[in-house]
């Protein structure tokens, strides 16, 4: 029972429930972002031009979090197309080019000043909601991350568990072993026995995923067991891998196939788990074998 495809996929995964429904998290939206909505409302109003509006949210003298909210608010309600993890990099990127390049897609500014002149709390509402949309991204994988360090913790004792369990760096494995060449090989976490290192892991928590994120996600896994399997054909010794997939997202057919093929990419050197099974799946045996 050492394989995940020995399992239902819907008897297995397991159940984050900490994002907050709707009409909880309403309330806490506008009180974060209504006070930003107006000022970028005040942006607006005395801006002759979306260009200038975009100049005035990118300055270095608006605190960062503020800033991005403007800028979410701009690719929301200005240009679709200037994504926020662009626009952000204010000393990499300048505003002058994303004019230049996107300016076209621009809204009319006085289409806009007709808008927020006459903006309603409904309305603030609703972009108080979309502009929370992804703030609680990430907290279902921390919190995954935290169960199965506890978990690992509780049930090898004469182990050693490493990595950040919240947001943090990950353990680029070239920094640990000097004949690992490879300079690109992150992991969630890392495990010793008697310090030696046995095993690797990677941690995601999927609340939903399919399709092309579903062959992004697991193509980059299986670009991972290649190198571990490289680096066993350059010196000999094998590194455990451990792919902690868990959430709803695992019940997608095309994830689910994925998995299961990762699961048998590598004799039994790599296994695929969720927090339900990892007692069945994880093994001290299997760790030392």
């Not at 403007?70 to 309600?77: A, S, V, Y």
């Not at 926020?84 to 230049?100: R, V």
């Not at 360090?149 to 369990?165: H, L, R, T, V, Y």
């Amino acid at each position: 029972m050492s394989k995940i495809y020995n399992f239902k996929p819907l008897d297995i995964i397991t159940a984050l429930d900490n994002n907050l429904r709707f009409q909880e998290a309403l309330p806490i939206n506008v009180a974060k972002y209504e006070n930003d909505i107006n000022e970028f409302k005040t942006l607006v109003l005395n801006s002759s031009s979306s260009e200038e509006l975009l100049d005035k949210i990118r300055q270095r003298n608006i605190h960062k979090d503020k800033r991005m909210t403007f800028l979410k608010l701009f690719r929301r309600c200005v240009s679709t197309v200037i994504d926020t993890e662009t626009s952000k990099k204010i000393s990499k990127i300048s505003t002058q080019s994303l004019i230049d390049a996107y300016s076209a897609t621009f809204a009319n500014i006085n289409d806009l000043k007709k808008f927020f002149r006459s903006l309603t709390e409904a309305e603030i509402q609703t972009l108080s909601c979309l502009l929370a949309e992804y703030d609680t991204r990430g907290l279902s994988g921390y919190e995954l991350t935290t169960l199965f360090f506890s978990w690992f913790k509780n049930n090898f004792a004469d182990f050693e568990i490493k990595g950040p369990i919240a947001a943090g760096r990950d353990i680029e494995l070239s920094s640990i072993l000097s004949d690992f060449d490879d300079l690109n090989f992150p992991c969630d976490f890392i495990i010793y026995h008697q310090n030696k290192l046995v095993a690797v892991g990677f941690s995601r928590y999927d609340s939903t995923r399919g399709g092309a994120q579903s062959d992004d996600r697991t193509g980059g896994n299986a670009l991972k067991v290649a190198k571990l399997k490289n680096y066993q054909m350059k010196t000999n010794n094998i590194i455990k891998v451990i792919f902690l997939s868990d959430g709803p997202g695992l019940a997608h057919n095309d994830t689910w196939q994925e998995n299961c093929r990762l699961a048998d990419s590598w004799g039994d050197n790599a296994r695929v788990t969720t927090m339900k099974i990892a007692n069945i799946i994880i093994t001290r045996e299997w760790l030392l074998s």
